[in-house]
Structure formats: structure tokens, C-alpha cells
């Protein structure tokens, strides 16, 4: 979340504040930025739910594909009994923010009723989607629900819904847009920006190419791209004020010592059943550990991804290594 979107929930929470342990969960979150715990006494600051492991799409840059194609059916759907038994949960209770993702996660019939069970347990509540499935009655619903805020993923084939998603809920919703960028795409940029504007998108988001596999590393922007650079430096003086922009996080040529990553030390991802993915690009596994388990998120193999990146003299884990996130606290929690 940016700055305005920091504001916007400072605002929600003067109406409607969240309960003290949330508060002292978050403040215990900050100060381990500076004692660097890997052991952590306290809960993750933001909880994403999978409500679905199904999707409406299949983009190459998918790095949760193989996750989804565990449960390809509606077996991996998050049902209430599911989310109920979430939400009892130590963590579930001490967390600032539960959102949804999937898959798809309008896939889920019944993602409506949990963003209002969220709301009524004062929680901020986020929603990325590819916009797809919102129109007409889901889309009448999307309008009056008591979602915070709604991430529009834009790929090639989408564009229209989400202009039809953004015309509905402007003046209603807090939504951001975000779309990756790659190094065959780089000219990609101005149109993205010039559309966002269009529809009146105020926080926009380029993310850069995640590699699945080796033979996919030159679709990386890394830190020595001259023409991405020259690139994002004519579009900020072209349209500076009128959009904020988050960039792309180049990639450094070579690991360096000081990492900036924070997510495994503020957020999990869960699937149905309470399995643990300690970031945003490591989906739900049982060998990350449960959130029912006494130990929590506090599993070995989560420890161990904390001290990679909190310790200089270790190097990060191989998954990290190519990630946009590793060299910036992109979260800005």
C-alpha cells in the first residue's frame, strides 16, 4: 500500500479502529525492523486467504500455476467452515490486514459474505483480481460491499473489463492497478499510463518479470538496462503529478549483502486448510508449515528464509535471488 492508500485506512480506522492487539501486533512489527528477530513474538501484520486455487486466466508469468493445478477443481475453494476456522486463529485475530487472492478470486461464490465477515471484525480488506467475472449482478454487488480496496490486474486480454470494473466503483472504491513489465515490453509503459489515467486510476504499479526458469532470465529488467532507464526517465518528466507510479524494481547483476525484503517477517499467504506461503511469490505448502500448528509461522523452513535475508553474511535462498522484492521493501508497512 502507498501513501494514499496508507491515508485512506488511517481515515477507515478514526470510524471504525481496530481492536488494541492489532495495534500493539503491529507496533511489535516495527521494532523487530530493528532488532531483526527471526523467531518472531508476534503475528503477521497481513494475512492473504486463497479463495480459490481455479482461474479464468493462464498468463505465462503465472509463478503459482503448478499450486493451482494441485486442486484444479472447487475442491480448493475456501469454503465458511474454512474461513471461520481461519479467523479463530491467534493470527487471524492480531492481523491489520485479511485479504483474498487466487486464482481468480470472484471464482468463489461466496467472496462476498467474507469481505462483509472481514469488515465486521474490523479488518482492512483488499481484493486482486483480473476483473473478468465483474458485471452485472457481481459487479452491483462489488459497489455496495464493504471492500477497502481492490487491486486490478492488467494483462493483454482485460483491458476493457477493467475499464468497465473502474468506471463502476470510481468515487466508491479505493482500487490500484498493476501490471507487469518485461524487457520486450518496455515500450509497453506510456500506453499503460496513458489508460490508467483514462479511467481515472490514481496508483499504478509496473512489476517486473519473475523467472520461473532459467531459460526465461532475459525477460528480467535488471539494474544495467539502459533503455529501461531512459524510459522510466522521460515518462516521470512527462507525467509527473498526475499519476503515482511505482516503478520497476531493476534487478542488481550481482546478490547484494543488505537485503530489503520484510514479507516474511509481516506476511503469509494461506490456502483453504491453514498451509503457510511465507511471501508473495511462494504459494501455500505444507513444508512452510500450518497456521493451526503450536509453532505457527514459526516453522524451521520459515526461520530459515528470515535469516537469508536478515543476516548479510548469508546469501538469500535461490527463489529470492530474481525477485523484485528482495532489494525493496515494496509493502512500505
Keep these: 500500500m502507498k501513501i494514499s492508500l496508507y491515508l485512506y485506512v488511517m481515515l477507515r480506522f ?28 508476534f503475528h503477521p501484520v497481513s494475512i492473504i486467504i486463497s479463495a480459490t486455487k481455479r482461474c479464468n486466466f493462464a498468463c505465462e508469468f503465472c509463478f503459482v500455476e503448478t499450486y493451482m493445478a494441485e486442486s484444479p477443481g472447487k475442491e480448493g475453494d475456501l469454503s465458511p467452515e474454512e474461513l471461520n476456522k481461519i479467523l479463530e486463529t491467534d493470527a487471524a485475530k492480531a492481523a491489520l ?24 471484525k474490523r479488518k482492512v480488506t483488499s481484493v486482486v483480481t483480473n476483473s473478468a467475472l465483474l458485471k452485472g449482478e457481481m459487479l452491483e454487488k462489488l459497489k ?46 506510456e500506453d499503460k499510463i496513458r489508460f490508467a489515467l ?46 503515482y507510479i511505482t516503478w520497476v524494481p531493476l534487478i542488481p547483476l550481482e546478490e547484494r549483502k543488505v537485503k530489503h525484503c520484510v514479507l ?3 506476511y503469509v499467504q494461506l490456502d483453504n486448510v491453514g498451509n503457510i506461503g511465507p511471501c508473495c511469490v511462494r504459494a501455500p505448502a505444507k513444508e512452510f508449515g500450518n497456521i493451526f500448528s503450536p509453532e505457527g509461522w514459526n516453522s524451521p523452513e520459515v526461520i ?3 535469516e537469508s535475508l ?24
Design 14 to 41: 478514526l470510524k471504525n479502529p481496530p481492536e488494541l492487539k492489532v495495534i500493539v501486533n503491529f507496533l511489535k512489527f516495527q521494532l523487530n525492523k530493528w532488532t531483526k528477530e527471526t523467531t518472531l513474538n
Design 97 to 120: 490486514r485479511i485479504g483474498f487472492l487466487g486464482g481468480e478470486p470472484f471464482l468463489n461464490k461466496n467472496i462476498f459474505d467474507y469481505i462483509e465477515i472481514l469488515h465486521k
Design 144 to 189: 455496495v460491499s464493504s471492500l477497502d480496496v481492490l487491486g486490478l490486474s492488467l494483462y493483454d486480454n482485460n483491458r476493457e473489463d477493467i475499464r468497465r470494473v473502474a468506471t463502476a466503483i470510481k468515487g466508491k472504491k479505493r482500487f490500484w492497478m498493476q501490471s507487469v513489465i518485461d524487457s520486450t515490453t518496455i515500450h509497453h509503459m
Design 198 to 243: 483514462d479511467i481515472g486510476c490514481k496508483e499504478l504499479i509496473f512489476d517486473n518479470y519473475y523467472p520461473k526458469t532459467k531459460d526465461r532470465m532475459k525477460k528480467v529488467l535488471f539494474e544495467d538496462n539502459a533503455e529501461y532507464k531512459n524510459e522510466e526517465k522521460r515518462l516521470k518528466e512527462k507525467y509527473k503529478g498526475q499519476i
Design 264 to 266: 516474511p517477517m509481516s
Design 304 to 306: 530459515s528464509l528470515r
Design 310 to 333: 536478515t543476516n548479510p553474511d548469508k546469501k538469500a535462498h535461490d527463489i529470492c535471488r530474481f525477485c523484485q522484492c528482495l532489494n525493496e521493501d515494496l509493502y512500505q508497512l
